[in-house]
């Protein structure tokens, strides 16, 4: 039988991912009682399904293509991975999908959790279903932040709901390697899994409708990391879309068929749908506060959600769309948690652009590595975006191939950089590095485009020789001479 228990905090979250416990940290730090709400695993999708897991799988597989190349250390490493380290590597990285660790975070920061699933219930109000069948009322006295993240979206195909596909939830945390692969969808998900299942000895096969990978990136990224997949073995197909999937039982195979348009068909083990996401918000109780259940939750620069009146609903992190990635979304998570508190004391919130409340990066310098052979790191605008926006910008290419950093850190190094400087302000606004080990020079230009130095300015930072890093003089070098 449920019974009804009232409780009463500063501060709810709703989501103990990345983001919400960020939230949860600033606003106990300020002294401010704080209950987070989880229905699964505190850390959220990141620790368990995403970042963590993908990761631990890649960099055997990018460690391997890198070394591959470097004179005797290349027979060491041609033989194939050692599929079981590699799987129990990733479930050591995944904390064994257990948040012992996290919950003893939460605790010493002083953080109360509460496991359940929650819902909002009117105004400052959270009704929480917790796993014993009780309903536990939650009433904040200043905020509530929705921090539910956000799950695979999987197209409305025939058949798709018997062939069990994979999910990015499946294909970081499988426990067997598939012996064939396809792959739907050419974003970071697919290209990432590709690169990782390919190199653990799946035969890979990329169904891709556009006429590229990484559409949403500078042409070469997707070029670099469709070359490399197709010389370690996979089939990367484009301008081809799925119709129906269906799974059949042969014999004592279980294969799942893939119909094209074309009237082609592919068979494989195991078929990953990587298209994308979809807010968790069809059931945390929208409909309680007059928004549409299932909806991105649109809000301001201060994380404040715009369509609620009051300013005590927050949305922070995937769930607002505003930059899925967990960098980005703590970013918020830090800058919702210092408005709810200065809102707290009843001060304004310092808002405007690059100021302390205000997430201006969201809009400006969103930096994001995808963790690929080769590495494609990139922040800001796309030369694509730039025209679009009718940004008056130039375009500076650099071959990273040519640098002795990038010949010291792998002999057959291939590679390209990209800035847009603003001609007007003179000022990068856009980089992608596309080359091993180049995530690690993401934050130059992230500190570039948010410090919006002067290209006068940059001629001042000198990269150290030999590194890949020289490439920021080469670029400046090439605009100069230009
Ligand atoms: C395969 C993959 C790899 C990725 N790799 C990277 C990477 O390398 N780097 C990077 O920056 N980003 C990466 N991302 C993106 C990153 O995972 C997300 O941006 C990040 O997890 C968002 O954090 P969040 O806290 O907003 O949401 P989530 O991590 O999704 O957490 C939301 C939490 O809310 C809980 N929840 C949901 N609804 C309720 C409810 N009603 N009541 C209670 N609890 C609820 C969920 O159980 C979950 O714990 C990757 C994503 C995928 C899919
Ligand atoms: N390294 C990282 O930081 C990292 C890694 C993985 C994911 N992420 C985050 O997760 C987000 C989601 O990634 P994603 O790859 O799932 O999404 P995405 O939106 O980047 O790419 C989706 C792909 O699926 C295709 N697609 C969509 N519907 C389709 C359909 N019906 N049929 C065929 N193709 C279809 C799209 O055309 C696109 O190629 C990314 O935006 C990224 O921010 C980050």
Redesign the pocket.
């Known amino acids: 039988m449920a019974t009804e228990d009232i409780r009463t905090y500063d501060v709810i979250v ?8 960020n939230v949860a940290d600033r606003t106990a730090a300020a002294g401010l009682s704080t209950v987070v ?11 368990y ?3 963590e897991p ?2 631990a799988l890649l960099r055997p597989v990018v460690l391997r293509a890198d070394a591959a190349h470097i004179p005797g250390i290349d027979p060491a490493v041609r033989n194939p991975l050692d599929t079981e380290a590699v799987l129990a590597h990733r479930d050591r990285m995944s904390a064994d999908w257990n948040d012992d660790g996290q919950v003893e975070w939460l605790k010493s920061a002083g953080i109360e959790l509460l496991r ?4 909002l219930a009117g105004e400052r109000e959270v009704s ?1 279903e917790t796993p014993d069948g009780e309903t536990v009322l939650l009433r904040a006295r200043h905020a509530v932040a929705v ?6 979206a999987l197209p409305p195909l025939p058949g798709i709901d018997e062939v069990r596909p994979w999910t ?1 939830r499946e ?2 945390a499988a426990r067997t390697v598939p012996r064939r692969l396809a792959i739907v969808g050419a974003g ?2 697919g290209v ?2 590709a690169t990782a299942w390919q190199g653990l000895g799946s035969r890979v096969t990329m169904l891709v409708r556009e006429d590229g990978l990484l559409p949403r990136m500078e042409p070469f990224a997707g070029e670099l990391v469709t070359e490399r997949l197709r010389e370690a073995g996979a089939d990367v197909r484009f301008g081809v879309s799925v119709t129906a999937v269906r799974r059949e039982r042969d014999g004592a195979a279980d294969e799942v068929r893939i119909t094209l348009a074309d009237g082609d068909e592919v068979v494989v083990d195991e078929v990953l749908f990587a298209t994308g ?1 979809a807010p ?1 918000s069809a ?2 109780g929208l409909e309680a506060v007059g928004l549409e259940p299932g909806e991105w939750l649109a809000t301001d620069d201060s994380l404040t959600v715009t369509d609620v009146p009051g300013n005590w609903l927050y949305a ?4 607002n769309r505003r930059a ?6 703590k970013y918020q998570a830090r800058i919702a948690g210092a408005v709810i508190v200065a809102r707290s004391r009843g001060e304004r919130p310092a808002t405007g652009r690059w100021a302390p409340h205000s997430a201006t990066a969201d809009g400006e310098a969103v930096p ?2 995808v ?1 690929t052979d080769p590495e494609i790191a990139t922040v800001g605008l796309t030369a694509a975006e730039a025209e679009r926006e009718g940004r008056d910008v130039e375009v500076v290419d650099y071959e990273l191939g040519h640098l002795a950093g990038s010949l010291q850190y792998r002999p057959d190094y291939r590679g390209r950089a990209r800035i847009l400087v603003d001609r007007k302000r003179e000022v990068v606004v856009g980089a992608t590095f596309a080359g091993p080990g180049v995530g690690e020079l993401l934050y130059s230009a992230t500190v570039a485009i948010a410090g919006e130095v002067p290209v006068e300015r940059l001629w001042h930072a000198v990269p150290a020789f030999p590194t890949i890093s020289e490439v920021w003089l080469r670029l400046l070098e090439t605009r100069r001479d230009a």
């Open positions: 709703i989501g103990a991912g990345p983001v919400g416990e709400v989880e229905s699964e695993l505190v850390g959220g999708e990141c620790s399904w995403a970042c993908s990761k359940g699933h929650g819902r929480v921090c539910t993240g956000s799950s695979a990015s294909a970081t970071v998900v990432e899994m996401r968790r059931d945390v922070v992190g995937d769930v899925l990635f967990t960098h980005q979304g994001g590595v963790f």
